[in-house]
């Protein structure tokens, strides 16, 4: 903590990761938070399990709002 404060990753990348994962694989991802983290641990390199579920809820609102 830095003066009271998380440094964290920035909600862009996260966004930036989410929407790229869904442009270069249509089809993959779906509503399903539980699939989603798998694919999401399988189509990256993120090894950090908080990033990779921020990732995966990205993924997971963003589709079920298309619907």
């Known amino acids: 903590m830095l003066g ?7 909600p862009t990348y996260i966004k930036n ?13 779906g ?3 539980d699939e989603n983290k ?3 641990s399988e189509h990256t390199d993120v ?3 908080v990033i990779r579920n921020r990732v995966a809820g990205y993924i997971t609102r963003k589709l079920k709002s298309k619907r």
């Open 47 to 49: 090894e950090s399990k």
């Open 31 to 33: 509503a399903d938070f």
């Open 4 to 10: 009271g404060m998380r440094i964290g990753v920035k």
């Open 38 to 40: 798998k694919l999401v």
């Open 17 to 29: 990761v989410g929407d790229r994962l869904i442009q270069e694989r249509p089809g993959v991802f």
